[in-house]
C-alpha cells in the first residue's frame, strides 16, 4: 500500500508539473502620453519671445496672447489662468500652487474663459487682458500663465490622489516710478572644520539668506571673508553667483573656504553686492548687503603638534643633562683614580732615592719608621785605628772652650 501511495503521489507532482500554466490576464494599457505647451504669442503665432515682459504706468491696460499647443493624439481640456511668481529657497522661479490666490501680477490677468479645449496636435493663440492697478507700487511685479491639467492618481497606499501638471510662461511686469533695489544678507552661520594635518587650514562653511528688499528683481555675488584676532590671517573667496532673486523674495546660500587657519576665534563676515537681471542698468549702484559673526577655530592639531614637539624637546634636554652629569662624574672619577695613582707614584719614587742615596754614602738605609736624623758617615780621623790613642789636639779643646 505505501508503495501504491508513493506511486501515486509521484504521478500527480509529474502531471501537476507537466500542466500548461495558467495564463495571465492582460494589463491594462496605460494611457497615452499627453503634452502641451505655453508661449508668448501673437494673435497669428508665437513670436519668439521668451517671456511676457512689460513695463507699464500704474493704471495702464494692454491686451496680449498666449499660445497654447497640444503635441498629443488626443484632444486636451486645460484650465488656464494667471498665478504670482515666488522665488524658492533654493533660488528657483516658481508660481504660487492652484488653490492659492495671487494678489500681484498674477491678480492682474484676465482670460475670457477659466477653461480651453484644443483638438489633437493643434495650437490656439489666445487672448487675455492685463491691467496695472492706479495704486501699484513702482518697481517689478512677476508672475506665470499656467495650463494645467488636473488628474487623479494612487499612491504607495493605493489612495486617489489629485495631482496638477502645469506648463506656464513668466511675466516680468515693471512699473514705472523709483527704484529701489537692495539686498540684505540675513541668519548667518559659520562653522570651521578642522584639518588633520597640523600644516593645513581648516575649511570655513558659512550659509546665510539673501533677501531682496528692493523693488527690482536681482541677482548678485556673495563673498565670504575671515580673519583672526586684531585682523590676522585674513581671506576672502568668492561664492556661485545667485540666481535672480525676486522683490520679496529669499534663497539660502553656501560659501565654502579652505585653508583658514585655525586661530582660537575667527570674526566671519558674508557679504552680497548686487546686480541686475538681464540687460538691466543699476545707477547708482546699491551697497553691499553684509553680516557678521564670530566662530570658535581651535588648532587642536596645532596644538598636539606643539605638545608632541615640547615633550620631544625636553626628552632631549634630559638626555643631554643627564649625559652631562655622567661626564662630570666620571671625569671626576678619572681626576680622583689619577691623583691617587700620582701620590703612589711619589712615595714609590721618595722611597726609591732615599735607598740610593743611603746606598751611595754608605749606610744603612732606616728602618721604616724611623724619624731620627740620618746616620752621619764616619771619616777616616774618626775611625780608631788598632794601637792608637784617639785623641784631639789641645786647639780644638780650646777653641770649643772660647766658644
Known sequence: ??????????????????????????????PPAVTWG????????????????????PGATLTDYVAVTNHSARPLTLN?????????????????AGGQKSTDAGAWVRFTGATVTIPSTSRLDIPFTLTVPSNATPGDHAGGIVASLAATTADTQGNQVAVDHRVGARIYLRVTGELRPALTVEDLRVRHTGSLNPLAGGTLTATFTVRNTGNVRLTGQPTLAASGP???????????????????????????????????RLTASAAVTPAAVGDQALDPQPPSGTARTAVWAVPWPQTGLLVLLALVGWALIAARRRQTREIARAVAAAREKGRAEASRETERTTDGREAAVAVALGA???????????DRPVSDADRRSPGHHNRQPNIDRRVRDER
Open 1 to 30: 500500500m505505501r508503495l501504491l501511495a508513493a506511486i501515486a503521489i509521484a504521478t500527480g507532482i509529474a502531471l501537476l508539473a507537466a500542466a500548461p500554466p495558467t495564463p495571465t490576464p492582460p494589463a491594462p494599457s496605460a
Open 38 to 57: 505655453v508661449a508668448p504669442s501673437s494673435a497669428k503665432g508665437p513670436n519668439g519671445r521668451p517671456a511676457f515682459t512689460y513695463k507699464l504706468d
Open 80 to 96: 488656464l489662468y494667471a498665478s504670482d511668481a515666488v522665488t524658492t529657497a533654493q533660488g528657483g522661479f516658481d508660481l504660487l
Open 230 to 264: 586684531f585682523g590676522l590671517g585674513r581671506r576672502s573667496t568668492d561664492g556661485e553667483a545667485l540666481t535672480e532673486i525676486l522683490p520679496g523674495g529669499e534663497l539660502t546660500t553656501t560659501v565654502r573656504m579652505t585653508g583658514v587657519p585655525p586661530l582660537f
Open 364 to 374: 744603612n738605609p732606616r728602618p721604616s719608621g724611623d724619624s731620627g736624623p740620618p
